[in-house]
């Protein structure tokens, strides 16, 4: 942690200090919120409560300085949607920042509400409130019906975020599902926005939509990865880092990377349908998506291993 409270865009820092980009120093808090949902720990967000205070001291200094009217712009380094697939264009990165400030305000009500820091759990409340109402000032174009430049990633951040407006939401679904479909099912979002949009259109009962994706094999696609890319050389059997791997240089170019592994965590928590209805799966919610008949796939399993034993 950088002495201004930033998190790091890597662990250790090996020396650099000058603070994370906003979806990448995510991962502190994202960490001790996933001990707390998933294994019922606070103890991680009890030991870590003054480091953590500093962490959110730290973004809303940030936001009150560079938020408003434009959104959030966070620090310089701000890789926004990271590894969009070639020849797509990345969204607005001031869009995706305050996104990752929103998501972290999120979960850190969640943390400090655990520790019974309820006055600090209330500030993370209050700023993402205000915060919210100013995404959909500065992003949402009313005139379209759409957020930012009308990108896929776009519409999903603040849809995973449940922050669209009820008298919107239509607009903005509508005009994701038909982008989707004039891209034939294909992604053009990086990893921020594929997460975010398998989650979203499952929170809109709309997995049919993510099973349709997941079918395509050509580019860009996870098909397209397990089928070894455009010529069938090295179908994976694991992630790819980049979309097109396959046609890339050596550089940046990793066969075996999980930062397209968000897949995986819409198959548990919405085709399996098994999530912690309190934490540490004290209490289980059980609802699968049920695949539409045009779908190819005809049954699917799964076993979440819980404090209390794996769920089948």
């Known amino acids: 942690q950088s ?9 250790p820092a090996l020396g650099w200090h000058g603070g994370g980009a906003p979806n990448w120093q995510t991962a502190y808090p994202t960490i001790v919120h996933t001990l707390l949902r998933h294994f019922g720990d606070s103890g991680a ?14 973004l809303e200094v940030q936001y009150n300085a560079t938020g408003g009217a434009k959104g959030y712009q966070g620090p310089a380094n701000n890789f926004g949607d990271w590894v969009v697939p070639p020849p797509n264009r990345m ?6 920042a305050t996104f990752a400030l929103l998501h972290d305000l999120q979960m850190g009500a969640k943390i400090f ?10 500030r993370c409340r209050a700023l993402f409130a205000r ?21 896929q990633t776009e519409q999903a951040l603040p ?18 599902v038909a982008d989707l479909r ?7 979002s990086g990893i921020v926005g594929i997460k975010c949009m398998f989650e979203a259109l499952a929170m809109e009962g709309r997995s049919d939509l993510v099973l349709e994706m997941l079918q395509v094999d050509t580019y860009p696609s996870y098909g397209y990865m397990l089928k070894g890319g455009a010529h069938g050389y090295e179908p994976a059997t694991t992630l790819w880092e980049l979309w097109d791997s396959d046609v890339e240089g050596p550089s940046m170019n990793s066969r075996n990377h999980i930062m397209f592994g968000s897949v995986l965590a819409w198959m548990y928590k919405y085709l399996a349908g098994v999530t912690p209805a309190s ?16 779908s190819n796939l005809s049954s699917a399993s799964a076993r979440v291993a819980t404090p209390y034993g794996p769920v089948r």
């Open 3 to 11: 002495p201004t409270g930033a998190g790091n865009d890597f662990v």
């Open 45 to 58: 967000a009890e030991r870590h409560h003054d480091s953590l205070c500093r962490y959110y001291d730290f």
């Open 91 to 96: 969204g607005n990165k001031h869009l995706i």
């Open 113 to 122: 509400d655990a520790t019974a820091a309820a006055a600090r759990a209330l």
């Open 131 to 151: 915060a919210s109402a100013d995404f959909h000032a500065a992003f949402f174009d009313a005139a379209r019906g759409w957020y930012g430049s009308g990108m």
């Open 159 to 176: 849809l995973y975020l449940g922050i669209v407006p009820s008298d919107v939401k239509p607009a903005v679904l509508a005009h994701t």
């Open 182 to 188: 004039a891209h034939g099912m294909h992604t053009t």
């Open 279 to 294: 934490a540490g799966y004290s209490h289980i919610n059980v609802a699968p998506a049920v695949p539409p008949a045009a």
